[in-house]
């Protein structure tokens, strides 16, 4: 299982005024130490979904963490789901 924490923050909305900007950056544990793994800044999108894009744009985890529901199209597995299936940890860290 791999063990990733994240840092989230929402910033001013971009020039045009649409959304507030978002971003994550995601670090994987090795070894006790934190290496960060991406930065991935977005709007229009929850923190839990920009924490998978940004680990599914760098290949981070299987492809079987980042299917799609079929209904709305979203992630189909949340946080404790990847956990469960024991795939991957991942914790916000403030």
Do not use: C, W
């Amino acid at each position: 299982m791999k063990h990733f924490i994240y840092t989230y923050h929402e910033g001013k909305p971009p020039r045009d005024g649409s959304g507030i900007l978002k971003t994550v950056k995601v670090y994987r544990i090795k070894k006790g130490t934190p290496v960060l793994v991406v930065k991935r800044t977005d709007t229009f999108v929850n923190e839990y979904q920009l924490v998978l894009e940004a680990l599914e744009s760098v290949k981070a985890l299987p492809s079987r963490a980042f299917e799609r529901s079929p209904n709305h199209g979203g992630f189909q597995h949340n946080f404790s789901a990847l956990e469960t299936a024991g795939i991957a940890n991942i914790n916000r860290v403030d």
